[in-house]
């Protein structure tokens, strides 16, 4: 579709509203990440957006320029959400383990340069009245923790197999390998499956809309066990802001004990925007308004 701008009566005179110049109409394209690149860097459009880590290995590919690329320092999750809590998965202790083996700066730095690792739920205390909880492994080496899964794995006694849901995309393709690697080196079985396959692990990328820890805690339970459900629960229902504080404390503790989600990192978010549009502006939610992209917004 075509979006024209049509002239506010209340800021100009109507006998001197001019028709609109070619440079003031947007375009709006749909079309699949790889053309959207290609299009962008042979000059026939001035923005891209939408990008994810899936799609981020087509910008080498494309040759386009590092000054057109814009990262979001988005704020939200992004990890591996335990989808089935049978068999191996359905003790704590080996999600934890498992969560334990991932090399989370070797993973990203497969996919994309400088983007930073985090091995916890919430990126800051928020409006919880703790800090976030870390997790008990934190300080063990790679070498220790590996150990400590391969130890859990070998003493379930049976063959494990682990179906991840991934979506489609080289970088999606770079991520499940590393995954893949991950797991085979503590003597798991790795399967990839579509993303809304059923899956033992399934991929979690979503920017927060706000910041509340509530929405971390309860985007990340998916499933979770009763005590974590409840707490959860119960902050939502808190009559004062002090006992929301205090009960989503609660849930993250409760939380990082269950282990229902596996943290890689925070989402990643980019776009490919044309030196001309010099309003645009990277930020927590990635949201880009068209409006927002020019001095002479409409």
Same mark, same amino acid.
Request: include cysteine; glycine fraction near 6%.
């Given at each position: 579709?075509?979006?024209?701008?049509?002239?506010? =009566?209340?800021?100009? @005179?109507?006998?001197?509203?001019?028709?609109?110049?070619?440079?003031?109409?947007?375009?709006? /394209?749909?079309?699949?990440?790889?053309?959207?690149?290609?299009?962008?860097?042979?000059?026939?459009?001035?923005?891209?957006?939408?990008?994810?880590? &899936?799609?981020?290995?087509?910008?080498?590919?494309?040759?386009? +320029?590092?000054? %057109?690329?814009?990262? @979001?320092?988005?704020?939200?999750?992004?990890?591996?959400?335990?989808?089935?809590? @049978?068999?191996?998965?359905?003790?704590?202790?080996?999600?934890?383990?498992?969560?334990?083996?991932?090399?989370?700066?070797?993973?990203?730095?497969? /996919?994309?340069?400088?983007?930073? %690792?985090?091995? !916890?739920?919430?990126?800051?205390?928020?409006?919880?009245?703790?800090?976030?909880?870390?997790?008990?492994?934190?300080?063990? *080496?790679?070498?220790?923790?590996?150990? +400590?899964?391969?130890?859990?794995?070998?003493?379930?006694?049976?063959?494990?197999?682990?179906?991840?849901?991934?979506?489609? +995309?080289?970088?999606?393709?770079?991520?499940?390998?590393?995954?893949? &690697?991950?797991? $085979?080196?503590?003597?798991?079985?790795?399967?990839?499956?579509?993303?809304?396959?059923?899956?033992?692990?399934?991929?979690?990328?979503?920017?927060?809309?706000?910041? #509340?820890?509530?929405?971390?805690?309860?985007?990340?339970? &998916? =499933?979770?066990?009763? %005590?974590?459900?409840?707490?959860?629960?119960?902050?939502?229902?808190?009559?004062?802001?002090?006992?929301? #504080?205090?009960?989503?404390?609660?849930?993250?503790?409760?939380?990082?004990?269950?282990?229902?989600?596996?943290?890689?990192?925070?989402?990643? !978010?980019?776009?490919?925007?044309?030196? !001309?549009?010099?309003?645009?502006?990277?930020?927590?939610? %990635?949201?880009?308004?068209?409006?927002? $992209?020019?001095?002479? *917004?409409?």
């Amino acid at each position: 579709p075509l979006l024209r701008p049509i002239p506010d =009566p209340r800021r100009v @005179d109507p006998d001197e509203a001019a028709t609109p110049k070619p440079e003031d109409d947007v375009r709006l /394209i749909a079309e699949s990440p790889a053309r959207a690149i290609l299009r962008f860097a042979r000059g026939a459009s001035d923005l891209m957006l939408g990008g994810r880590f &899936a799609t981020w290995p087509l910008i080498d590919a494309a040759g386009v +320029g590092s000054t %057109a690329i814009r990262v @979001d320092p988005a704020a939200g999750l992004f990890g591996l959400s335990i989808a089935e809590r @049978d068999g191996f998965l359905a003790d704590p202790a080996n999600r934890q383990a498992l969560s334990a083996a991932f090399d989370r700066a070797s993973i990203l730095a497969a /996919i994309a340069p400088n983007w930073e %690792a985090t091995d !916890r739920l919430l990126p800051d205390a928020l409006d919880s009245d703790a800090p976030p909880q870390i997790p008990g492994w934190a300080l063990l *080496t790679l070498d220790e923790r590996r150990a +400590g899964a391969r130890a859990r794995v070998t003493a379930w006694g049976k063959p494990v197999r682990l179906q991840v849901a991934l979506p489609q +995309g080289p970088g999606a393709n770079l991520l499940y390998g590393q995954i893949g &690697a991950t797991l $085979l080196a503590i003597g798991i079985t790795p399967e990839r499956v579509a993303e809304d396959a059923p899956a033992d692990l399934r991929l979690i990328d979503a920017v927060a809309p706000f910041d #509340s820890a509530r929405w971390y805690l309860a985007t990340a339970c &998916a =499933p979770c066990g009763p %005590a974590a459900q409840t707490a959860i629960e119960q902050a939502r229902l808190a009559p004062t802001l002090a006992a929301r #504080s205090a009960a989503i404390a609660t849930a993250d503790a409760a939380i990082n004990a269950d282990t229902p989600f596996i943290p890689l990192a925070r989402p990643l !978010r980019w776009s490919l925007v044309s030196g !001309r549009l010099r309003q645009y502006q990277t930020n927590i939610r %990635a949201w880009h308004p068209l409006n927002r $992209l020019r001095a002479d *917004t409409n």
